[in-house]
């Protein structure tokens, strides 16, 4: 849970969770913390819509294009 609101801080705009040892439980904790995190303040809400606006913009930008 602490990785994934210093990854967001640092400027990670996705994160992906899996891969062996993540279970429901361990992904339930992390979307937890990280609302904790945002309510907190510890998660400034604009570095949120920054993320969201890159993500959202860069799908576009590949919807946009042929399917090769």
Do not use: T, W, Y
Not at 13 to 38: M, S, W, Y
């Amino acid at each position: 849970s602490e990785a994934a609101i210093l990854a967001i801080n640092a400027g990670c705009d996705l994160l992906l969770l899996g891969g062996k040892g993540i279970n429901i439980q361990i992904i339930c904790q992390v979307h937890k913390a990280l609302i904790e995190a945002v309510e907190s303040g510890r998660i400034p809400l604009e570095r949120l819509d920054a993320a969201f606006n890159k993500v959202r913009r860069l799908k576009f930008i590949k919807l946009s294009q042929p399917f090769i």
